[in-house]
């Protein structure tokens, strides 16, 4: 059975589990590349005002992060996990184009 450590812990956690936090962290990765590619691009536009780039996590990033300790710790189901990748605002951030 797969385990995951947790500070000195060491978790069990079922295959469903595994699974879903595979799934989460595709999907931040996915987010995180989307969201960082359009301020990038908002920044070269206004490049002269605003010096320095700087990355901001937006709150539908911020709510898979925070599903991929929850699973593992089983704060939450794996349903419920994979049901914040269903909500609206996560998956236009999640299938947008650059």
Known sequence: MPYCIHGDQK?????QQEQTYNALQKAAERIGLNNYAKQQRAWLKNRKSVKTFRFVVTDGHQRVID?????????ITPEEAMGILHEYEVL???????
Request: glycine residues 4%.
């Open 67 to 75: 599903a991929m300790s929850k699973v593992l710790s089983g704060k």
């Open 11 to 15: 978790i069990e956690i079922s295959d």
């Open 92 to 98: 236009k951030e999640r299938l947008s184009t650059f």
